[in-house]
């Protein structure tokens, strides 16, 4: 699908928040869900942000924008347990989105009999630091949306929008990975080392992803000390392995921790080779379907060992 | 080391000239400070607490847990439970920690001056009101009655047992001790039952009386009540709080409890003070 | 007598500075954003955004080293770090939002026990700040009580003219020393003052916010709000005013460094006691913490507040909490007490 314009059609947020709002209304009316996950405005123009929703009178709340970047699959995570405990959770995705909410069935985090997933139709997001308010374009469109195959999201209890036709857009992420994989090993370590040596130890990476969901992260445990905690080269190092170590096979690249980075590490550059390495090596795709563990996870007989020397 | 250090993190070198071991898992240390200068000068007063190192391993929190009336050597007692607490443990006699100290406010103990003290303590809570007790054991003609209510959940449990035995041989203390129902031996010659049972079963006289509370929180909150029926006003009695601290100092941030810092308004507060507080400890 | 500088010149007075052994910190082009960094010659100065981090680390770093120590058989020794070997530093064209921050934060670092740290560096700190001609959707600089050309902070003031340049006015003696030492890049006179920024939320009723507080320890707004809060320290660690700190020993048995570096209050950690007990254990508590230790706890016991307006939490909050449009509706809240205590 391809058109002529060089903007997405507003008209298919406004479409799509119209039938979320319907569709809250009527499963907390119903009482078919005790709460909705959402997106309402924030108070700047052009800015949403995550919303819960218990009362049937504030659905008028919920929006659907380019600017709804948030993955909301992070409020039926573990991390987030206070807000599971309220019952059947009715909650808004985006195709991408779902896909850490497939990844978190399979890991036995989530009963898709416990939720009603509400799948919304996206032509796009807004990347970070956009000019807020004005159609999605090449200017404005984050870089996960460029290429995105997952515009309709597939198995959701009820499916809204219908996806406008399309303008091409320069598939930056391919790009930006085909430029990381013609790096040198040593030049891939360089890149690396620069980037992470701005980390500051925020953990918006650790605290937005779905899958962040230890009780007890690696990182914060002392007995023993596994990574250095304060943001120095040597640690942050050590902490952006074990975050993309720990979330290969598992990552179905909602590209969150790489949008709420304060120093703009590109992180989701990392999660996304590590994920290619996957499908490469095992034929494994995250998020698509409900599998119990990941090639990470498992041992087998026919694995690859020719890496062991 | 520089002696006129800026750097208010720089604790003194102090060496451990013997352990103690009260429990299976706690354990007192006597220190003493390499410095000599630092060893004749060092005073604190009753209540006030210490950061104490493991290099390597980081700074844990205790109370002083000896007499200031005591002098050349400080003591903590502590139960390994975390990080630091651990590699404190897996020292030996003669080797170095560090002392940052002493901060924190103390009990006003010229005000208990010619007053009656009633001591309440749970389990490994007794150390921050041991350091008072010996003070006022050695000035003794200074207080009235001494009463000391002390408690655990079993006997392996008590803490100080030496010292439990010379309190009860001293004529001017009255010590009584007690087990939790089942943490008793056979010859177990102290009471069965809960700290704040036997409280209100000892019933020790709340005329001209201070009480000095510190234990569990759980132990605190059904203490307070029997304090009042024996009837302690809130500002009669005194309590220490302990929260997660690092700098010990005031700049950190970690041990608020509302708008008191527990390192600088506290560890002491009265029963008044710490109902004042927020629920957030 | 008010002075100018021209751009040109500013950019000199950085390289003569530099030039004098000073460390000059200011504005700079750091790949993808502009950081408040050390800049080796004036062209470095870049003043086209707010930098992505407050200037605070210019007086209390990310990380530093308090000490180092060595163990053997004979023992352990501990080598101090002296704060007295912090450079004399100059910091450049810094927002009125950034500078208000330093005086603000010279209360905890010095009551009681002083953190040379921290005062030696204010101590040997020049700020030159800018006047603020820009502001975004998330500047409230003037809804918590300073303004684009707050000269709180600053020893010298630099006010954008419509021709360019800037003029130029002494705050203090340290500004004035400086003015005085390189003259020759100063001209007498005056100019005509760009129009500054404004930001778009009005004034607050920073009183009202602080009564509401004293009694609304416990109350539904700290679960509405921060039902959402993911938890993570992007606001505290670039926040001007966020003073939270960890101390760690990092390196091994036989030798170390201690360190001090950046903490929040937010995290989910950071009160959790070795026994596992935790007095704040839910996101709210932790949200409630902040809120308060910003406009009631630092109140009480300083009388100023954590928050200087600048919008950098508002910005980089992952999931869109507005730290504005919570003040606003706890400045419109009833005054009712609550059910919690004070």
């Known amino acids: 699908m391809t058109n002529t314009a060089q903007t997405i059609d507003p008209a298919l947020y406004a479409a799509v928040t119209d039938a979320i709002r319907a569709e809250a209304k009527k499963v907390l009316e119903a009482g078919a869900a005790a709460a909705v996950v959402g997106w309402q405005a924030g108070r700047r123009q052009g800015t949403a942000m995550p919303a819960i929703i218990t009362d049937p009178a504030k659905v008028a709340e919920l929006i659907f924008s380019p600017a709804c970047v948030n993955n909301l699959a992070l409020y039926l995570s573990k991390a987030k347990k206070e807000i599971r405990a309220r019952g059947r959770i009715a909650i808004v995705v985006k195709g991408c989105d779902l896909k850490a909410l497939v990844g978190l069935m399979g890991e036995n985090q989530l009963k898709r009999e416990d939720l009603h997933v509400i799948g919304v139709v996206c032509a796009g997001v807004q990347r970070a630091g956009a000019a807020k308010d004005i159609p999605l374009s090449e200017e404005t469109i984050a870089g996960k949306c460029r290429e995105c195959t997952v515009h309709t999201p597939e198995g959701a209890d009820v499916t809204v929008g219908t996806l406008p036709d399309l303008p091409h857009f320069t598939p930056v992420e391919s790009e930006e990975l085909s430029r990381l994989e013609a790096m040198t090993p040593a030049q891939r370590w360089s890149f690396w080392k620069e980037h992470f040596a701005r980390c500051i130890r925020c953990y918006a990476c650790r605290q937005v992803c779905p899958f962040c969901y230890c009780e007890q992260c690696l990182c914060d445990r002392n007995r023993p000390q596994a990574v250095e905690t304060t943001p120095r080269p040597a640690g942050n190092m050590a902490w952006h392995i074990v975050r993309a170590m720990h979330l290969a096979g598992r990552c179905a690249g909602c590209a969150e921790c790489e949008r709420v980075c304060p120093m703009d590490i590109p992180l989701n550059l990392l999660n996304r080779k590590m994920a290619k390495e996957l499908k490469e090596l095992y034929g494994h795709e995250a998020g698509f379907e409900v599998k119990e563990k990941g090639p990470l996870a498992q041992y087998r007989e026919d694995d690859d060992q020719s890496f062991i020397k | 080391m520089c002696d006129h250090s800026k750097n208010i993190y720089l604790p003194q070198l102090a060496t451990i000239a013997e352990i103690v071991d009260e429990t299976a898992d706690i354990r007192t240390f006597r220190l003493v400070f390499q410095d000599e200068a630092v060893r004749d000068n060092f005073s604190f007063r009753a209540g006030q607490f210490a950061e104490y190192s493991a290099f390597g391993a980081g700074e844990a929190t205790f109370c002083i847990a000896s007499a200031p009336t005591r002098q050349g050597y400080i003591e903590c007692c502590f139960r390994a439970v975390g990080r630091v607490t651990e590699a404190l443990r897996s020292l030996e006699v003669g080797d170095a920690i560090g002392v940052r100290g002493p901060y924190g406010n103390s009990f006003p103990i010229e005000e208990f001056f010619g007053k009656n003290l009633v001591f309440v303590a749970g389990g490994i809570a007794l150390p921050p009101l041991r350091t008072l007790i010996w003070q006022c054991l050695d000035w003794r003609e200074k207080f009235g009655d001494i009463t000391i209510v002390y408690g655990a959940r079993t006997e392996g449990d008590l803490v100080y047992k030496r010292e439990l035995k010379e309190w009860e041989q001293r004529g001017d203390v009255r010590l009584v001790k007690t087990v939790d129902p089942g943490g008793n031996s056979p010859d177990w010659d102290g009471k069965v039952g809960f700290v704040p049972t036997i409280l209100e079963e000892a019933a020790p006289s709340a005329d001209n009386t201070i009480a000095l509370v510190c234990g569990p929180p759980i132990m605190i909150k059904f203490t307070l009540p029997v304090l009042e029926k024996l009837g302690f006003a809130d500002s009669a009695i005194y309590t220490t709080l302990e929260n997660r601290m690092k700098c010990g100092l005031g700049k950190c941030g970690r041990c608020n409890v509302g708008n008191v810092y527990v390192c600088k308004d506290g560890p002491v507060f009265t029963a008044a003070q710490v109902k004042a507080m927020p629920q957030e400890f | ?342």
């Open chain 3, 1 to 342: 007598m008010p002075k100018t500088i021209t751009d040109q010149n500013l950019r000199l007075l950085i390289d003569a500075l530099v030039a004098e052994g000073k460390r000059v910190v200011g504005p700079r082009a750091a790949g993808t954003m502009t950081l408040y960094a050390p800049l080796a010659k004036g062209e470095e100065l870049n003043l086209g955004e707010l930098p992505r981090r407050s200037a605070k680390e210019t007086f209390f770093p990310l990380c530093e080293t308090i000490l180092t120590y060595e163990r053997d058989k004979e023992g352990v020794r501990v080598t101090d770090v002296d704060p007295g070997t912090i450079p004399g530093t100059v910091l450049v064209a810094a927002r009125p939002c950034d500078v208000a921050a330093a005086p603000v934060l010279d209360s905890v670092f010095s009551w009681d026990f002083k953190d040379e740290f921290f005062l030696e560096r204010r101590r040997k700190t020049t700020i030159i700040g800018l006047a603020c001609t820009r502001a975004d959707d998330a500047c409230f600089c003037t809804a918590v009580g300073l303004s684009p050309n707050d000269t709180k902070g600053s020893d010298l003031f630099l006010t954008p003219l419509t021709d360019g340049g800037y003029r130029c006015d002494a705050i203090t003696e340290k500004g004035e020393a400086l003015l005085a030492t390189h003259a020759s890049l100063f001209a007498e006179g005056d100019g005509t003052p760009a129009p500054l920024a404004e930001p778009s939320l009005g004034k607050l009723d920073l009183d009202r916010i602080k009564a509401w507080l004293d009694t609304h320890f416990e109350d539904p707004l700290w679960g509405e709000i921060a039902e959402r809060c993911a938890g993570c320290g992007a606001c505290a660690f670039l926040c001007p005013a966020c003073h939270c700190f960890d101390i760690v020993d990092e390196g091994g048995e036989t030798k170390g460094t201690r360190r001090k570096s950046w903490d929040a209050c937010g995290f989910g950690k950071f009160t959790n006691h070795a026994s596992g007990h935790n007095p704040r254990d839910v996101q709210p508590q932790r949200y409630r913490n902040r809120i308060m230790h910003k406009f009631k706890y630092y109140v009480d016991k300083f009388d100023q507040r954590l928050c200087t307006g600048c919008g950098r939490c508002i910005r980089a909050c992952p999931v869109g909490i507005d730290i504005a449009e919570i003040l606003s509706a706890i400045g419109t809240r009833d005054q009712e007490p609550g059910t919690g205590k004070d």
